[in-house]
């Protein structure tokens, strides 16, 4: 049985979530302390809950301590077995963390997962991001992976839904392609909001990433109505780099698609075949399969997820110059 410090380093749900698909795959049992200690709401989030139950269907885990509030979890993983999960945190917790958890997992049999809650929250990536910046990358190592949103979620109501479904495989390493044609694009949606809020979501980054890095990008709409949630946001990337952001009541629709368009140029200004937030996401399938790729930060999130990987027996280099290099 390991033991995991649950505030260790960024010490947030990132390393609560890795800690049981890591225990998962090794069939390791763990016990995960101190969660979230450090957080003004510290303890297990109906989110984070959510995020446990999808990785223990998976593998028939037996868990203790897995109740909102709780500040440790053990957890016994069984054989990893295709599975078709249904899972609702009850909440607007972030659907595409919750998915982000399940799927390294669920890789090695198939499977799908259908899950509710929010689709674009704050300090997560959108679902967007999930399908155009994360998806893409795992594709191109020979992953299927088909992604559905059915319905979209912002906080406070949530009420969104997506299904995930991933075909068993043994990826390739990881590798980020340099100096090919890349792909660049903006989804603008919204819920419950009238259409010309994704309009001009939409003009408005698509203006700014032609002004800024004179990069030509396919725009998507997508208004929602009939749902429960009100909520707008834009997601935009150039092929492994993207940024999101978020409408709030009183802010502009023409400054949503700015700051996400903004935020892109800024990434891709920058050194790195990967954005800051990727980074973070893929050091698990680095570990497990192998590659390279880098980016301009280390952040406290790949920090916990390399020093996590390390408790676990994986060896991820990590190299600083003018790049932060990841390889293993
Ligand atoms: N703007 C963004 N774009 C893409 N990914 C993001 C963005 N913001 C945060 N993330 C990712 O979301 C994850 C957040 O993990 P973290 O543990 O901080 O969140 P959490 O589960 O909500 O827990 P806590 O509530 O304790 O912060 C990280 O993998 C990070 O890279």
């Known amino acids: 049985m390991l033991t995991v410090d649950g505030s260790h380093l960024e010490g947030g749900g ?16 763990v016990t995960v302390t ?67 958890a399940w799927l390294p997992v669920a890789l090695a049999a198939g499977g799908s997962i259908k899950v509710s809650g929010g689709t674009e929250v704050l300090w997560s990536p959108t679902i967007d991001y999930l399908e155009h910046v994360f ?32 075909e068993p495989a043994r990826l390739d390493p990881i590798a980020i392609p340099e100096g090919e044609e890349e792909d660049c694009g903006i989804v603008s949606c919204s819920a419950g909001l009238p259409t010309h809020v994704v309009e001009r979501q939409a003009t408005a980054a698509r203006d700014l990433l032609n002004r800024e890095l004179g990069l030509p990008c396919t725009a998507d709409l997508d208004p929602r109505e009939g749902g429960t949630s009100v909520g707008s946001s834009v997601t935009a990337w150039n092929g492994a780099k993207g940024a999101v952001a978020l409408g709030r009541r009183g ?15 800024e990434e891709c200004r920058s050194p790195g075949t990967v954005d800051v937030h990727l980074a973070d996401q893929l050091l698990v399938y680095l570990a497990l399969y192998g590659g390279e790729y880098s980016t301009h930060t280390l952040s406290m999130h790949a920090e916990t997820a390399g020093s996590l990987l390390s408790t676990f027996g994986y060896t991820i280099r990590c190299r600083k110059n003018d790049t932060v290099r990841f390889s293993a």
């Open 135 to 166: 998806a893409p990358v795992l594709r191109r190592a020979g992953a299927l992976i088909e992604i559905t949103v059915l319905e979209r979620g912002y906080y406070p109501r949530g009420g969104g839904r997506v299904h995930v479904r991933v």
């Open 251 to 265: 802010l502009p629709a023409e400054e949503v698609g700015r700051a996400a368009a903004r935020a892109l140029a």
């Open 34 to 100: 101190r969660i979230r200690q450090n957080r003004k709401n510290p303890g297990l989030a109906p989110q984070h809950v959510a995020a446990v139950r999808a990785v223990a269907g998976t593998c028939d885990a037996e868990c203790t301590g897995l109740t909102p509030g709780s500040r440790e979890i053990s957890f016994t993983p069984g054989r990893i077995r295709q599975r078709d999960l249904a899972i609702d945190p009850g909440t607007a917790g972030s659907i595409p963390l919750i998915v982000q």
């Open 14 to 29: 990132q390393i609560l979530r890795l800690a049981v698909a890591l225990s998962a795959i090794s069939t390791e049992p």
